[in-house]
Structure formats: structure tokens, C-alpha cells
């Protein structure tokens, strides 16, 4: 397999919904896009360091060169995702808090998913059941759960000082939201439907109501 | 191994978050609680036929005969987990509606959990990661978000007309609570801290300042 040909996308992706692209220059990158592409096929208890190096132009001992064994590439692979999101989160082009926040929730919980969105959810929610069962991947949801919070708290407190949201506890609301995204985000590819057109508008009227001044 | 001996309560449990416990006389309530003990020791992917029927008096040969493979019974699994958690959810004593909906929290989204009832739910969620590859467990899971929306919305309902609620969305404010019951449930055996005091807290005054009058 050529190196580079595996990527979905040619440039960075600015769509946090799916797994980030990378440059074939960058190992980390080409390791990551190996990484998801292995999950993909063959799904967690299944990988393994070979089927990851079967993805790229190296050898398996090449690959534990990078990393020790499969559950510390994969630790490294939702560190990867959450750098990616980080960096898509930190993109606001709106001015007004209430059009950032919903910009936001359009971004980490739009009304539908595109099937290789929903694919990367997939592979997430695979990821989140192992868990339990590996301190470095809680570590990563820790992460991920942190950045959710204070980004949403952020938007909360400047929409308060615009005075165009009431001044309500700001981590209090970013603690419920969060856990409201993730309930969203797994209901989504557990269930049957995986339109989240109603729990959007029951958020919208969380945020007319409880948030706007 | 005698039969009997693996079941975690004597009787009919209660805790609606715990692994519901049965009768040693019922060979289903019999199966439902070896596939849990096997599901605990090896996890999904490790799982087959023979090691569940390993911890039954039985034979793999006499389970095939109940179940057609390992997916129809953990098919059948989720469904049993849905029964027992229905016929919990439906014994409510309190009389007014608020107190009922607390209560009710208080019961599928607790501030804490013990060893047992954490380890039911990372098996649960194990389970609900292999929900996309799997209809049958799909159809699962959309009856406990169905049973969720409705227990809520009733509850909800009562006290509008106790007028103790204010004239909410029934349905559209159950919608909110059951993502938001979803995420938390999940957050809390998939990051570090298991705690959901502060979840909690959130919900509490979501409770006061949107629902009640």
C-alpha cells in the first residue's frame, strides 16, 4: 500500500464529527489514519499491532519502535482525536456568545451523522466500553470531558457578560449540557434512529429558556 | 458447580442497578444470571456458548437448544435486564409527582455506585458498544430509551396536573433528562472520577428552576 493513499480527507479536517486527515509527511499522522482504518475493520478485541502495521508502509517492529503495544498506540490515538477537536473547538468565527454556543452544539451534536461520521462514533463508543478497563483511555475521556466544560462554561460566561444570557451557574449548566452530549452522541449509534432531530429541540428550548437573558 | 450457588441475591432484587437476581427454579433466570457472570469474567469479545454454559448445570449442547448462538442470548439478556428494571421502575410509592421524580433519579442516575453496581454497568456498556453491528440489540436499547421517556413524561405529566410542575413539554423535557441520565451513566465508568455529585447537583436545579411551579 502506497503511503498517504489510506487518508479520508487531503488537507486538515475542520470536521470535529469525523476522524481527523493528516499530511503522509507527518509518521504520527499516517500511524493515527493506520490506527482508525484497523478499528474500523476489525474493531477492538480483534486488532492488533500487525493489522495496524498492515495499514502502513513499515514493518510491525518498525511500529513498536512508536509504541509499546496496541493499548498504548490507541491511548496515543484518542490523544490524537482529542488534539484534533481542541483545535477545531478553538475556531470560532461568531461574535455573539449565543450564536457561538450554537455553532457549537450544530459541531458535537448536529441533527444528523453521515456514515463515516457515524463510523468514527462507532469506533469511539468501542473505545469508551474499554475504559473500565484501561486507566490511559479514562485518562483521554477525562480530557475530553474537561474541554467540553470549559468550552461550553466559556461561552456561557460571555454570553453573561454581553448580557444576553442570564447569570446562571456557568459550570453548573456546562456539567449538565456535557453529560446531555454524550447521552446524545451514544443514543445515536445504539439505537435505531439516528436522527437526533428531537433532542435538539428539546436543547434549543433548554437554551431559550434557561439560558437567554 | 452447583446450581445456585452463582446467583448474587437470594430473591427478586430491587436495585434496579445492580444485575437483577432470580429464582433458582427458573432455568431462564438461571441462564440470564451465568451469561452475567461470564460477560463479568471474560468480557464480549472473549464470550462463547461454552463458557456460559460452564457456569450452568447444563451443557453447551443443552444452552444451543435454548439459544440459537452467543448474540441471540445476549439478545435475550438485554431483554431480561429491560424486565426486571420495568417491573422496579413501576413500584413507586411516593405520591406526589415531584417526590416521585427525585426518587426515581435518585435511582437510575445515584450519586454513587457500589462494586457490583458499577461492574453491571460496564457490562451494560460493553453491550451497547456492540449496538451498532448488532439489530437485535438496537431493538433493545430503543425499548429502555422508550421505557425511560415514558416513565419521566409520566411523572412529569402527574405534576402538571398536581400543579405542582409548571406546564412544560412533557415529552420534550423527558427527551433532555433521558440524554442527559444516558450521558452521565456512561460518563461515570468511562473516565476516572465515578462520582456524579455534581451531575447531580446540576439536575437538581434544572428540577427547581424548570419543572416545579
Redesign the interface.
Known sequence: MQAGTYFFVTSHSTDIMSFPGGSSDDPQSEIMAATYTALCEH????LSMAKIANELPMSKSSLYYHYDDKDALLSAFLGYVIEEFAADVSVVDEQDAEAQLRAFFDRVLPRELDESE?EFH?VL??L??Q??HH?S???Q??RI?TLLRETIAGYIETGIEQETFRAV?SN??A??L???????R??R?????RSLG??R???D??LD??LLA
Open positions: 474493531g477492538y478485541a480483534a457515524h462507532v463508543l468501542e469508551r466500553a475504559a473500565p486507566e483511555f479514562r485518562e475521556f477525562d470531558d451557574d453548573e449548566s456539567r449538565l456535557v453529560a446531555l452530549i454524550r447521552g446524545g451514544v443514543d449509534v445504539s439505537r435505531s434512529d428531537a433532542l429541540d428539546a436543547l428550548a433548554y429558556s434557561q
